[in-house]
């Protein structure tokens, strides 16, 4: 593949021209406001089926607001790259807020429209999923019928939604104003630094312990000293939320998370469940890079600490090369999308001041096309971070096909795609390392996901489920939400780590989002199921790339257990099934032990 030059950073302009000051997007919001008045109009004149001769209606209802959601998500999606790039972006916020009201309008009336329809007579509503136009719905269709029926009224319904923009979703945006206007003051080689919270984060990876131990004072300091604002947020968000489910009549808090991820909880309860067993391997990984570090046993601001100095890095041309040769090995069509990305400026990846922290896809579904956000400075997990995206971004592509309605898929399948590309990505590293010392850092690189998957994530959802069963019970103080994090840390990383992060509640975005409840286990879920779509993919090579796309394509149109049956074989609500994903990274232990043994 010849070398060439990427932009290394995207084109908005595609999708509004001017940024925050865009009079396209104010147009496009404005038209997009009025075409959803007229539409909730039509489905408050809506009244419950009683025939199937209804079934054009219902059709062109549903079509209507297909197009009109797509326009809300679009404007969503080009914000949300907004506020990314640049975080002084104060009319993107306030663009934001004009969005969620947007949403919450939409929500509402559609809501209505799928309780009307939920109470339609069992005979009609057979007839009308027989309809050419109803019947490739089936699966979404269904699951409106039974969660409609499992909610309030149309009226309270829609009280809810609409009490949720000054209320529920307030919360949340509270907290990410907070944050965004945060600094921590640090050293660094003899050189005093203001930072924002993100940019300190990364420097918990440096390779100097007494950089690392300085900033994460300096971060727990500034977590902290917010910590009673924080206690607010989190608390409300849960409040709310648990108030919902006491009016419905719900009594688990994991009902809505598994509804939304279209699982079961034997299945989620069987992955917890292997996992557990199969800890041991990754706490002598913990202990083992302790050893390396010269300690006894890891702080926590030494879990991203390199033992190794990879030497290994890539320009992001270099980085895109890469990722493009290793796609094509597994798939040609993943890797021609992801050039096309590439080449197009889907990807903003320039390591600048004012960004946001991390990185992520979103899509836009008018135009046909993602976008991209991270931060490249060069390193192999960077690269790797950036096959993750270009996954998630492939899964959108890999949809195009399918009914808008059949596009949304859940979390926890939306990890695997993402994950598989990087899982591609990852283990060629290791395998072209030209030095042990190399291949050491990058097997480190790979089990620093895999702790963090069966650790990290484990610790966030023993915190989550323990903080909501004593919320029941009235306000959770900061004092208590510390508790409540250091056993669920120390639980989780059974006691391989000395000190914990006590103010993780607080400085971890996850918890504060209101778009999707327990923001923590689908991550693990993405990731084990994607390491056995990867050992077929092993299995048959390039083959297996036709197989591959169907299954995501298939990914929000039945339920994970359905579709693990159907694409893999498996009976994911079995303990097995998880330990065979397992294994495979019990052999990056081993190979990393080995290898550090020299």
């Given at each position: 593949m010849p070398q060439t030059s990427y932009p290394i950073t995207w084109d908005l302009e595609t999708f509004f021209q001017g940024g925050s000051d865009s009079e396209e997007l104010r147009r496009h919001l404005d038209e997009t406001k009025d075409r959803l008045n007229t539409y909730a109009d039509k489905l408050n004149a809506f009244d419950t089926p009683t025939s199937s001769s209804e079934a054009d209606q219902i059709a062109a209802l549903i079509e209507e607001g297909s197009d009109i959601s797509q326009h809300i998500r679009q404007a969503g999606a080009y914000i949300t790259c907004l506020e990314a790039q640049d975080m002084s972006d104060h009319k993107a916020s306030t663009l934001r807020s004009e969005v969620t009201e947007l949403n919450a309008t939409y929500s509402a009336a559609f809501n209505r429209f799928r309780q009307k329809l939920a109470q339609t007579e069992e005979s009609v509503w057979q007839a009308l999923l027989e309809h050419d136009k109803l019947a490739e719905l089936f699966f979404?269709?269904?699951?409106?019928r039974e969660a409609a029926a499992e909610q309030l009224s149309e009226d309270e319904e829609a009280l809810i939604?609409?009490?949720?923009?000054?209320?529920?979703?307030?919360?949340?945006?509270?907290?990410?104003?907070?944050?965004?206007?945060?600094?921590?003051?640090?050293?660094?080689?003899?050189?005093?630094?203001?930072?924002s919270v993100g940019q300190a984060n990364n420097l918990l990876s440096h390779e100097n312990p007494d950089v690392r131990k300085h900033v994460y004072e300096q971060l727990e300091a500034a977590w902290k000293e917010k910590e009673s604002l924080f206690a607010n947020t989190l608390n409300h968000l849960a409040g709310f939320r648990l108030n919902v489910y006491d009016k419905r009549g719900w009594d688990n808090v994991l009902k809505e998370p598994l509804d939304i991820n279209r699982m079961q909880q034997d299945t989620l309860d069987a992955m917890w469940g292997a996992i557990t067993k199969h800890k041991q391997p990754f706490v002598d990984f913990l202990y083992r890079k302790a050893d390396l570090l010269g300690k006894e046993t890891l702080e926590w601001y030494d879990l991203g600490a390199p033992t190794q100095e990879n030497n290994q890095t890539l320009t992001y041309d270099e980085g895109a090369q890469f990722i493009l040769k290793h796609f094509k090995q597994f798939s040609p069509k993943l890797a021609d999308f992801a050039e096309h990305a590439f080449e197009n400026g889907w990807i903003e990846a320039e390591d600048r001041s004012g960004k946001r922290p991390g990185g992520f896809c979103t899509g836009f579904p008018l135009s046909g096309e993602?976008?991209?956000?991270?931060?490249?400075s060069g390193s192999m997990s960077n690269v790797a971070t950036l096959a993750h995206e270009l996954g998630h971004a492939f899964h959108t592509h890999a949809l195009k096909p399918v009914h808008p309605l059949n596009r949304r898929y859940a979390m926890n399948v939306a990890e695997t795609a993402s994950t598989f590309a990087e899982m591609i990505v990852a283990d060629a590293s290791v395998k072209e390392a030209e030095t042990d010392e190399d291949k050491i850092a990058l097997l480190e690189?790979?089990?620093?996901?895999?702790?963090?998957?069966?650790?990290?994530?484990?610790?966030?959802?023993?915190?989550?489920?323990?903080?909501?069963e004593e919320r029941r019970n009235g306000f959770v103080p900061a004092e208590r939400l510390n508790e409540l994090t250091d056993e669920a840390q120390r639980e989780a990383?059974?006691?391989?780590?000395?000190?914990?992060?006590?103010?993780?509640?607080?400085?971890?975005?996850?918890?504060?989002?209101?778009?999707?409840?327990?923001?923590?286990?689908?991550?693990?879920?993405?990731?084990?199921?994607?390491?056995?779509?990867?050992?077929?993919?092993?299995?048959e090579g390039v083959s297996y790339e036709d197989?591959?796309?169907?299954?995501l394509q298939d990914t929000a149109r039945m339920t994970v257990e359905e579709l693990a049956m159907k694409h893999l074989g498996e009976d994911i609500t079995q303990e097995a099934f998880w330990e065979k994903g397992i294994e495979l990274c019990k052999r990056d232990v081993e190979e990393y032990l080995n290898l550090t043994a020299k």
């Open positions: 979404v269709l269904n699951e409106w939604t609409a009490l949720s923009v000054d209320g529920y979703h307030a919360w949340g945006q509270m907290y990410n104003t907070i944050v965004g206007e945060m600094t921590v003051d640090v050293t660094v080689d003899g050189e005093e630094k203001t930072l993602s976008r991209i956000f991270m931060t490249y690189d790979k089990l620093q996901r895999s702790v963090a998957f069966f650790m990290n994530i484990h610790s966030r959802f023993l915190f989550e489920t323990r903080f909501y990383y059974q006691d391989a780590v000395n000190s914990t992060s006590p103010s993780y509640w607080s400085n971890k975005l996850h918890f504060h989002i209101t778009g999707v409840p327990f923001y923590n286990f689908p991550y693990t879920f993405g990731y084990l199921f994607s390491l056995s779509i990867y050992a077929k993919a092993l299995e197989k591959y796309i169907a299954l």
